[in-house]
Structure formats: structure tokens, C-alpha cells
């Protein structure tokens, strides 16, 4: 059984800044990507930012410049810096890995979601 457990999202000012966590647990052999997409209302979910195991990352276009993407590959864990925050960064933000268990089964894995609302 894997998990992804995701803490840090709230409420902040427009300009304001937030840092999403997101660690996976359970019988994982290995993380090959991990990344944050997020969904607004009304709206598919898209992504925002993915990283590689190797470091390697990718942005929207819409959050370039803003936020940044990390991962401890030692704790199995996935960060979100999100700074400049505008009101419509407002979304569900949903952290996703794609990992192999230690049975050797590999597919993509969900949080549960976290709330990021941003105000004017």
C-alpha cells in the first residue's frame, strides 16, 4: 500500500507565499517523477511543476519565475515553493508520483489534495 500525504496549503494575501509538502509512504521500491498539478473550479486539473529523480524540472508557463519544485529523494518527499501568489493560483493542488512497489507493480499515485486560495 503507497501513500501520498500532503500538508501546507491555507489562505494568503495575493503576493503572498506558500510551501506545499507532499511524501509518499508505504512499500515503495523506487519514485521515478514526482509532481504537483491543480485544479480550479470549474476546470480540468493541469499540471504545474514535475521533477525528475534526477532533478531534472518542468513548469507551466503560468507559474515560471514563481514557483519552485524540490524532492528529498531521501525522505521520498515533494515540495511546492509558490511565491508572488496571484488569485489565480486558487485551486486544489494534487501532488502525483509515479513509482514501482516493492511487488515490481509501477503506476502513477494521487494525494488527496490540498487548498491553495489566494485573495486580492
Known amino acids: 500500500q503507497v501513500q501520498l500525504v500532503e500538508s501546507g496549503g491555507g489562505s494568503v494575501q495575493a503576493g503572498g507565499s506558500l510551501r506545499l509538502s507532499c511524501a509518499a509512504s508505504?512499500?515503495?521500491?523506487?519514485?521515478?517523477?514526482m509532481g504537483w498539478y491543480r485544479r480550479a473550479p470549474g476546470k480540468q486539473r493541469d499540471l504545474v511543476a514535475a521533477?525528475?529523480?534526477?532533478?531534472?524540472?518542468n513548469y507551466a508557463d503560468s507559474v515560471k519565475g514563481r514557483f519552485t519544485i524540490s524532492r528529498d529523494n531521501a525522505k521520498n518527499t515533494v515540495y511546492l515553493q509558490m511565491n508572488s501568489l496571484k488569485t489565480e493560483d486558487t485551486a486544489v493542488y494534487y501532488c502525483?508520483?509515479?513509482?514501482?512497489?516493492?511487488?515490481?507493480?509501477?503506476?502513477?499515485?494521487w494525494g488527496q489534495g490540498t487548498q491553495v486560495t489566494v485573495s486580492s
Open positions: 508505504g512499500s515503495i521500491f523506487s519514485i521515478n517523477a
Open positions: 521533477i525528475t529523480s534526477g532533478g531534472t524540472t
Open positions: 502525483n508520483a509515479g513509482l514501482t512497489t516493492v511487488w515490481g507493480r509501477s503506476r502513477d499515485y
